[in-house]
């Protein structure tokens, strides 16, 4: 029995093909962004902002790990504990180390 005269192989085809079509109309109905995600340039203070939400959240690191993997997140938490720290000073709030 060959493929074209074998029913399975036929509806299984039909099938892929009815997914794919599916796929491609729900990807092409999906909004486009005016920018790229996570390309928008924040101030300083808006970081330091984000940063102290993470900071204490274990969730957030932990997803943090999984996207951009240990390397990039030990700099990133060090450049921004740096900046979250002089920010902070610079409000009168700064966190005396000893």
């Known amino acids: ?30 909004p486009s962004a005016s920018v790229p995600f996570d390309s928008v340039k924040l101030s300083p203070a808006e970081r330091r902002q984000r940063y102290a939400s993470m900071r204490e959240d274990p969730e957030a690191w932990t997803e943090m790990l999984k996207e951009r993997g240990y390397p990039d997140t030990i700099r990133y938490a060090k450049t921004m504990e740096r900046q979250f720290r002089k920010g902070r000073e610079g409000d009168g709030e700064g966190e005396r180390e000893q």
Do not use: F, G, I
Request: net charge negative.
């Open 1 to 30: 029995m060959t493929e074209a005269s074998n029913p399975k192989v036929n509806l299984l085809e039909e099938d892929m093909e009815r997914m794919v079509a599916e796929l491609q109309a729900t990807l092409e109905s999906m």
